[in-house]
């Protein structure tokens, strides 16, 4: 099932806005698969990683890296 190329504007109760950011291709390519396997767009498959606790997740594996590296 192909996704949707636009997201649903108030989802989750807000106006969605545009940013820019950067990342690799190898993320990019995550973020696809994912957003293919949910059937959603991009922007709700990184919306629905962050809100299930994704950056918690980044700050834990921040402090493991540092951690290693002592």
């Known amino acids: 099932m192909p996704r949707p190329k636009k997201s649903e504007p108030l989802e989750y109760g807000e106006l969605k806005k545009p940013y820019q950011f950067t990342i690799t291709d190898t ?8 957003a293919d396997e949910l059937g959603v767009t991009r922007s709700d498959a990184l919306e629905r ?3 299930a606790g994704g950056m918690k997740l980044a700050l834990d594996y921040q ?3 540092e951690s290693e590296q002592k």
């Open 49 to 51: 990683a962050i809100r």
């Open 63 to 65: 402090k493991e890296q």
């Open 27 to 34: 993320v990019s390519k995550m973020i696809d698969d994912v």
